[in-house]
């Protein structure tokens, strides 16, 4: 059995009034596990981290385990400074958690063999597995596959959150079966899984995350024509969310059912009117 499958919510980070709403946050995590999912992500780029001090972070951490067993909770961890990250992985492995979410260093794209032993020396240091996310459009460099595989062989590397943008990628992990390959790209979740990918890491299912529940159980079950007719209605939502910067759309959806603010933290602003209005009609026009 897969260590990491499932769909997995990328938690948005509430806010009100500039500060972190943890009512509406402990809300928010009853909400989705309720609905079945596999675990949540605490502090991914859906989360507003970099938008986060690293005491925030940590007081949102807790706030997640208070309510969501350790085993169901991964902890976003990113940063340029070495040092500074392994802190700040000694600070989050303190805490019961099921693993580190991994992106590579940002902005300086460093070469593949400096990758390699930049998340090695991440993994030696870590009491918890590791998941790779493997986002170039974010970081400015792209994780190859043989280096993805040489970092596969790392006892504590066991799953990537695939963002590529390449399909040969994706299906070559697959095939080799050393690594738990979740989908990053929500659009992609049903052709990931058909071909043998174990979840998905999946920001637009804080709406309707049942329906993406019973997505990874069709495929499993060989059920493709229901699970087609699922993902195709899911997919109008899955655009809306994507038509303004992550998470802009998705934190208006949920304050719609008054989860939270419509509220975000500077350089991102709440989606534009038109985006705004698109998701109230289509919400509207579907059943809740």
């Known amino acids: 059995m897969s260590t990491f499958s499932g769909i997995w919510v990328p938690l948005v980070t509430p ?7 943890f009512a509406a946050l402990s809300s928010l995590c009853h909400h989705v596990m309720k609905q079945g999912v596999a675990g949540v992500v605490v502090c991914g780029t859906t989360g507003e981290a970099p938008m ?16 969501v067993p350790g085993e169901k909770v991964m902890m976003g961890l990113s940063g340029t400074h070495l040092p500074s990250v392994q802190a700040m992985q000694q600070a989050i492995t303190q805490r019961p958690i099921a693993a580190i979410l991994l992106p590579a260093p940002y902005y300086i794209r460093p070469s593949q063999a400096a990758l390699e032993v930049w998340f090695t020396e991440l993994a030696d240091k870590s009491s918890v597995p590791i998941v790779v996310y493997n986002v170039p459009y974010r970081t400015g460099i792209h994780l190859e596959l043989e280096t993805l595989r040489r970092l596969a062989k790392h006892p504590r590397i066991v799953a990537i959150k695939d963002c590529g943008g390449s399909h ?7 095939a080799d079966g050393e690594l738990d390959v979740m989908s990053g790209e ?10 043998g990918g174990t979840g998905a890491i999946a920001a637009s299912s804080h709406i309707f995350p049942e329906k993406f529940v019973a997505l990874v159980k069709q495929v499993e079950a060989g059920d493709l024509n229901a ?3 699922n993902f195709f209605e899911l997919m109008p939502m899955i655009r809306l969310m994507f038509s303004a ?6 934190k208006f959806a949920l304050s719609l059912d008054g989860m939270m603010k419509n509220e975000l933290r500077a350089p991102l602003l709440p989606a534009p009117v038109n985006v705004e209005e698109a998701v109230k009609d289509y919400l509207n026009s579907v059943s809740r």
């Open 15 to 21: 806010f009100n009034q500039g500060e972190i709403d």
């Open 245 to 250: 910067p992550n998470p802009a759309a998705i």
């Open 168 to 174: 040969d990628l994706t299906c070559s992990l697959i």
């Open 186 to 195: 929500d659009g992609q979740i049903l052709s990931t899984l058909c071909m």
């Open 227 to 229: 699970a087609r007719k």
């Open 52 to 67: 986060l001090s690293e005491e925030e972070q940590l007081q949102v951490l807790d706030a997640v385990l208070n309510v």
